[in-house]
């Protein structure tokens, strides 16, 4: 018997396949670290555009202030209505998308026949993958007019009109992490329910529901992130009006918009061009927060 | 041997198919209430799939045809009348793999209460119900501090035995039970076969076992199939003793299975 070698080379291995190893070792480790870089690298450089005008940034307009006059003189930088613009218009979106989407993943995963299942699963995920220039061009065209006539209102672009595009936009999200969720509940515990008599209802509603909470839970809050940064669509269909709204019909504009709007004219490095980076910052740390409740609920489910 | 007790299952010709494939071969079985009656045979002989064709659990899977008389306390469960969800109230089923509901101790033995509810039953029946039936099954004093912990987390032997109080507080007539000791070490056995004689006589107990030993000194009567006909049932001892079909005698022997 022979002694075995060092163990950085293996016996029957050349030099060159141990530094290939390493290198392509150091190679993925990279593009594991590399995401972490560029969300603090994208994160840093819209801070830094937009630092310059922290000194003179009075936060509690820029925060609750709805005086939205960039060319103004002088200017008013209030971000109050946009944020609940995007607030508004989020909130309503969910409280559409959410019983429809956790109702559509309910379906799918426990109540559709096999069939049924895999055409849905695919038209869903199609519907995922429409661009959201075509659903703000939807809203504009289609449900615009529509929303006009059938509720007697004077404009058809209004935050009821991107809530409904965001709702049908997060619907996917919503069914498809939802009904992973629900697939995750071992089959044994729908058996138990129903050993002991439960009705199908009764078994989503008693058993799989609490069994699977953190996943839908995390199946919303993505949702909820996805409604949050959409740009496109609500510029589109919100009316596009720095206001707070007084009703569901009335416009509203949000921050992503904004920024997609009035950054090409604001002159580089001008106060108005700080301030939307700002915004930037502001609609970063409000996706963040988002997802981070999203993972760490997530993670919860693993630990049990 | 007594005056023949009442019989807590029968099943006449019973015949049952996957598909094409014929799983139980015109069963003629009769259980008797109040004992504990044991189910053995090779893997794949049928006896699972008989033991859940008494609470109807076999059609959650599509293709499967069933033909025969199944009675359980002389009640057709094909009878149009009959409520699934009121037989599975009455006949309560014990799994291999413990499989306690992902809710908390409490909730898991209110779970049946809940859902056979007309209107919100009041907190004190609930109350009630809990150390009832976790007394019955010696949980009480282990868990009666513990009644809103997971019960996902529990040992093994406390999610069986907690599979079984949630049963009890239905007042079940029948109780199905699918070699409930699989998984479980010596002592978990012991406690878990304590706690059928301990129901026995209220309860029909009819049970799966892989485990000969246990059939034998667990069970007053015992049933063997093989390859989904009913081979021989009789007292437990005499099946032991004198098995009256060759192919049982082979199999007690161990010379396959």
Same mark, same amino acid.
């Given at each position: 018997?022979?002694?075995?070698?060092?163990?950085?080379?293996?016996?029957g291995r050349g030099r060159l396949a141990v530094l290939f190893e390493q290198a392509i070792e150091l190679l993925?480790?990279?593009?594991?670290?590399?995401?972490?870089?560029?969300?603090?690298?994208?994160?840093?450089?819209?801070?830094?555009?937009?630092?310059?005008?922290?000194?003179?940034?009075?936060?509690?307009?820029?925060?609750? @202030?709805?005086?939205?006059?960039?060319? +103004?003189?002088?200017?008013?930088?209030?971000?109050?209505?946009?944020?609940?613009?995007?607030?508004?218009?989020?909130?309503?979106?969910?409280?559409?998308?959410?019983?429809?989407?956790?109702?559509?993943?309910?379906?799918? @995963?426990?109540?559709?026949?096999?069939?049924?299942?895999?055409?849905?699963?695919?038209?869903?995920?199609?519907?995922?993958?429409?661009?959201?220039?075509?659903? $703000?061009?939807?809203?504009?065209?289609?449900?615009?007019?529509?929303?006009?006539?059938?509720?007697?209102?004077?404009? &058809?672009? +209004?935050?009821?009109?991107?809530?409904?595009?965001?709702?049908?936009?997060?619907?996917?999200?919503?069914?498809?992490?939802? =009904?992973?969720?629900?697939?995750?509940?071992?089959?044994?515990?729908?058996?138990?329910? #129903?050993?002991?008599?439960?009705?199908?209802?009764?078994?989503?509603? *008693?058993?799989?529901?609490?069994?699977?909470?953190?996943?839908?839970?995390?199946? !919303?809050?993505?949702?909820?992130?996805?409604?949050?940064?959409?740009?496109?669509?609500? #510029?589109?269909?919100?009316?596009?009006?720095?206001?707070?709204?007084? @009703?569901?019909?009335?416009? !509203?504009?949000?921050?992503?918009?904004?920024?997609?709007?009035?950054?090409?004219?604001?002159? /580089?490095?001008?106060?108005?061009?700080?301030?939307?980076?700002?915004?930037?910052?502001?609609?970063?740390?409000?996706?963040?927060?988002?997802?981070?409740?999203?993972?760490?609920?997530?993670?919860?489910?693993?630990?049990? | 041997?007594?005056?023949?007790?009442?019989?807590?299952?029968?099943?006449?010709?019973?015949? #049952?198919?996957?598909?094409?494939?014929?799983?139980?071969?015109?069963?003629?079985?009769?259980?008797?209430?109040?004992?504990?009656?044991?189910?053995?045979?090779?893997? &794949?002989?049928?006896?699972?799939?008989?033991? *859940?064709?008494?609470?109807?659990?076999?059609?959650?899977? $599509?293709?499967?045809?069933?033909?025969?008389?199944?009675?359980?306390?002389?009640?057709?469960?094909?009878?149009?009348?009959?409520?699934?969800?009121?037989?599975?109230?009455?006949?309560?089923?014990?799994?291999?793999?413990?499989?306690p509901l992902p809710l908390s101790v409490y909730e898991n033995v209110v779970f049946g209460l809940r859902i056979?509810?007309?209107?919100?039953?009041?907190? @004190?029946?609930?109350?009630?119900?809990?150390?009832?039936?976790?007394?019955? !099954?010696?949980?009480?004093?282990?868990?009666?501090?513990?009644? /809103?912990?997971?019960?996902?987390?529990?040992?093994?032997?406390?999610?069986?035995?907690?599979?079984?109080?949630?049963?009890?507080?239905?007042?079940? =007539?029948?109780?199905?039970?699918?070699?409930?000791?699989?998984?479980?070490?010596?002592?978990?056995?012991?406690?878990?076969?304590?706690?059928?004689?301990? #129901?026995?006589?209220?309860?029909?107990?009819l049970i799966v076992t892989h485990n000969m030993a246990q059939a034998r000194r667990a069970s007053d009567e015992?049933?063997?199939?093989?390859?989904?006909?009913?081979?021989?049932?009789?007292?437990?001892? +005499?099946?032991?003793?004198?098995?009256?079909?060759?192919?049982?005698?082979?199999?007690?022997?161990?010379?396959? &299975?």
């Open positions: 018997m022979s002694l075995p070698r060092s163990p950085e080379r293996p016996a993925i480790r990279l593009c594991g670290i590399s995401a972490i870089v560029f969300v603090f690298g994208i994160f840093f450089f819209v801070f830094r555009e937009g630092a310059p005008y922290l000194a003179q940034l009075d936060l509690g307009a820029f925060l609750f @202030s709805s005086d939205w006059y960039p060319s +103004n003189d002088p200017a008013h930088y209030g971000a109050g209505a946009l944020l609940l613009g995007t607030l508004s218009v989020t909130l309503l979106a969910m409280l559409m998308a959410v019983p429809f989407g956790l109702g559509a993943a309910v379906f799918v @995963s426990e109540f559709s026949a096999p069939r049924t299942r895999e055409v849905l699963k695919i038209v869903i995920e199609l519907l995922a993958a429409v661009p959201s220039v075509v659903w $703000g061009f939807i809203g504009m065209s289609v449900l615009g007019p529509l929303i006009k006539d059938v509720f007697q209102v004077p404009l &058809g672009v +209004n935050m009821f009109n991107a809530a409904l595009l965001l709702a049908l936009m997060s619907v996917p999200i919503i069914v498809s992490i939802g =009904e992973d969720a629900l697939k995750a509940v071992p089959d044994s515990y729908r058996e138990a329910a #129903l050993a002991l008599g439960a009705t199908r209802w009764q078994t989503v509603f *008693r058993m799989l529901f609490p069994a699977a909470k953190n996943g839908l839970l995390a199946a !919303v809050l993505l949702g909820v992130g996805r409604a949050i940064g959409e740009t496109m669509a609500v #510029l589109m269909a919100t009316g596009h009006s720095a206001r707070i709204p007084t @009703s569901l019909f009335d416009p !509203v504009q949000t921050l992503t918009a904004t920024i997609a709007a009035e950054l090409g004219e604001a002159r /580089q490095g001008s106060e108005h061009y700080q301030v939307l980076f700002l915004i930037g910052v502001l609609l970063f740390t409000l996706t963040f927060a988002v997802n981070l409740t999203a993972d760490l609920v997530v993670k919860g489910i693993r630990r049990k | 041997m007594s005056a023949p007790a009442e019989h807590g299952i029968s099943t006449s010709d019973l015949c #049952l198919w996957y598909g094409a494939f014929q799983a139980l071969k015109r069963v003629d079985l009769e259980v008797k209430h109040g004992l504990i009656t044991a189910l053995i045979g090779p893997s &794949g002989c049928g006896k699972t799939t008989l033991l *859940r064709c008494f609470n109807r659990v076999n059609e959650r899977y $599509g293709s499967v045809t069933t033909t025969g008389l199944i009675r359980i306390r002389g009640k057709n469960v094909y009878d149009a009348d009959v409520s699934l969800i009121e037989l599975r109230r009455r006949v309560g089923m014990v799994f291999q793999r413990p499989n056979h509810a007309e209107k919100r039953p009041p907190k @004190s029946v609930l109350d009630e119900a809990v150390e009832k039936a976790l007394t019955e !099954v010696g949980l009480w004093k282990d868990l009666r501090d513990r009644l /809103q912990a997971k019960a996902t987390g529990l040992q093994l032997e406390q999610q069986q035995k907690l599979c079984i109080a949630r049963l009890l507080p239905l007042k079940p =007539e029948v109780i199905l039970m699918d070699e409930p000791c699989s998984a479980l070490d010596v002592e978990g056995t012991r406690a878990i076969e304590e706690l059928m004689f301990a #129901l026995k006589g209220k309860y029909t107990i015992c049933a063997f199939m093989l390859l989904g006909e009913l081979i021989e049932h009789t007292r437990t001892e +005499n099946l032991f003793l004198n098995p009256s079909n060759p192919k049982t005698a082979e199999y007690i022997e161990g010379r396959y &299975g």
